[in-house]
């Protein structure tokens, strides 16, 4: 079975400054997908980055970027400069290649301080 | 507005009455999906289709659960009986996936289900 592990339930960032969340994942298949997606107070969920596993570069996306270590099976987001508008849950997720089950972790609460 | 939208957003009902759920995708979406999301935890996938056919069930959804998508546009989620360990916030998503490609799913912005 596939699990995805957020450890940190909560993390504040002071606005301006860059925040590292962590993510791992536990699969025996070699190649599948992995995503950030952030949902904010009351508001629907939207994908932040995606990486596909086969691809040694970390996906970048603006102020976003990944740490991508697929043999400690590690995903994990950073968020440069900071803004109050990145405060939201992040879900980390995973998905095989074969099937459209995505598995999400429990979310980490981020919050930012002005 | 093009995204995915859900009908009611809330719903409060009594234990063991039944209730459905609208989800309305992203037009040419042709891929659709279910998710439950209790609180403090992340989407649980619950079923998907392609188009018309329902493709994958999740074993979360026990036989109380029906979802239909009959023209391969709109899905309905029903729960019959229900029970207040349904009581969470489902959520449905749409994607439109390239071949060869991961699909981006996109998420309305949920129905939150209260059963007393």
């Known amino acids: 079975a596939q699990t995805v592990t957020q450890s940190q339930p909560e993390m504040s960032v002071q606005e301006a400054e860059t925040v590292t969340l962590s993510c791992t994942y536990d699969?025996?298949?070699?190649?599948?997908?992995l995503f950030w997606y952030k949902q904010p107070p009351s508001r629907q969920m939207i994908l932040v980055i995606r990486?596909?596993?086969?691809?040694?570069q970390n996906a970048t996306e603006n102020r976003f970027s990944v740490n991508f270590q697929k043999a400690a099976k590690s995903f994990s987001l950073k968020i440069s400069d900071s803004q109050l508008g990145d405060a939201a849950m992040y879900f980390c997720?995973?998905?095989?290649?074969?099937?459209?089950?995505?598995?999400f972790g429990a979310g980490t609460r981020l919050t930012v301080k002005p | 507005d093009t995204g995915v939208s859900q009908d009611p957003r809330h719903k409060i009902t009594k234990r063991g009455q039944n209730v459905t759920f609208r989800c309305d995708p992203i037009s040419e979406h042709n891929r659709l999906y279910w998710y439950r999301q209790t609180l403090g935890q992340g989407p649980e996938f619950l079923t998907y289709?392609?188009?018309?056919?329902?493709?994958?069930k999740s074993r979360l959804l026990s036989d109380r659960f029906s979802a239909e998508r009959p023209k391969g546009s709109f899905s309905t989620l029903e729960i019959q009986r229900t029970e207040q360990g349904d009581s969470a916030m489902y959520l449905c998503?749409?994607?439109?996936?390239?071949?060869?490609?991961?699909?981006?799913?996109?998420f309305g912005p949920g129905t939150r289900l209260t059963v007393l």
């Open positions: 997720a995973y998905r095989t290649i074969s099937n459209n089950d995505m598995r």
């Open positions: 990486q596909e596993a086969y691809k040694q």
């Open positions: 699969t025996s298949e070699s190649d599948y997908y």
């Open positions: 998503a749409s994607s439109l996936r390239p071949e060869g490609t991961p699909d981006t799913q996109y």
């Open positions: 289709f392609q188009n018309e056919a329902q493709l994958e």
